[in-house]
């Protein structure tokens, strides 16, 4: 009887000592629930700063803490991010997208990382769909027929803003020696001697293409692809300076496969 009593006596301290354990185990933690994954700015346009804000709440039962954040590209800024959010607190992470020189649908990720029990792991997503604000023309359809060695062969192009702000191109830039851009200037324009920079923005400018035939290196493709990037600086300081590319096809000699 007395052993029976041990036994009993044994295993309930035994349970004592286990059932905190088993309380804590059905503790759920912090639990991090956002308002919305995605943040869309729809149409913006180029060289601009926006702000964006992920809402969330704590729905868990224990102290929510972000460990850790990451971007993927350097025009997404993370400006804050809250230290602690108890259960039940709701709170925000804030910072900054710039559209830079994107054109079209644009996405980027954010990462975070927490100390939840399961989903330690969240990704937010920024979109947006940017509107250039200079174009050129014509884009991606420049063609050159490589069919001599030597010369130069020279091509035209318009480099305008879209909505008629005036600006100035403060340099033409090619990765490939055998490939310039320089702008068109009338000849009565040469005379004239403007006072000052802004005097000599337009809104449109004539560029002309020009490729050395004597500096392409022999390729076997049926064309090569290079671009032309423009820096260009608006009248309007707070779009500061952008650089738009074009792409140029330079076509072999030989006939396509």
């Not at 041990?6 to 035994?14: A, L, V």
């Not at 305008?160 to 068109?184: H, N, P, W, Y």
């Not at 005097?199 to 022999?218: F, G, H, L, R, T």
């Amino acid at each position: 009887m007395k052993n029976i009593r041990k036994t009993i006596t044994i295993i309930f301290i035994c349970l004592a000592a286990y059932a905190p354990w088993c309380i804590a185990d059905d503790k759920l933690g912090p639990i991090m629930v956002f308002d919305s994954l995605v943040f869309d700015f729809g149409k913006v346009k180029q060289n601009d700063t926006m702000s964006f804000d992920f809402s969330f709440t704590n729905n868990g039962d224990g102290p929510l803490k972000i460990t850790q954040y990451q971007t993927f590209c350097d025009c997404t800024a993370i400006e804050n991010v809250p230290e602690k959010i108890d259960p039940g607190e709701k709170a925000s992470i804030r910072g900054t997208f710039h559209s830079k020189n994107y054109k079209g649908e644009v996405e980027r990720m954010i990462k975070l990382m927490t100390n939840e029990k399961v989903n330690e792991a969240h990704v937010l997503y920024i979109k947006a769909d940017v509107t250039e604000l200079i174009r050129i023309e014509p884009e991606n359809t420049m063609m050159f027929q490589h069919e001599a060695k030597e010369g130069i062969i020279i091509k035209e192009m318009t480099i305008s803003s879209v909505d008629g702000r005036r600006f100035a191109i403060k340099d033409i830039k090619s990765k490939v020696d055998f490939l310039t851009g320089m702008v068109i200037v009338e000849e009565e324009k040469k005379k004239e001697k403007a006072k000052d920079e802004k005097e000599k923005m337009k809104s449109s400018y004539k560029v002309n293409a020009a490729v050395d035939c004597s500096k392409i290196p022999d390729f076997d493709y049926f064309y090569i692809a290079v671009e032309l990037a423009f820096l260009v600086e608006f009248e309007q300081a707070d779009k500061g300076t952008i650089e738009q590319k074009t792409m140029l096809l330079i076509f072999n000699e030989m006939e396509p496969l």
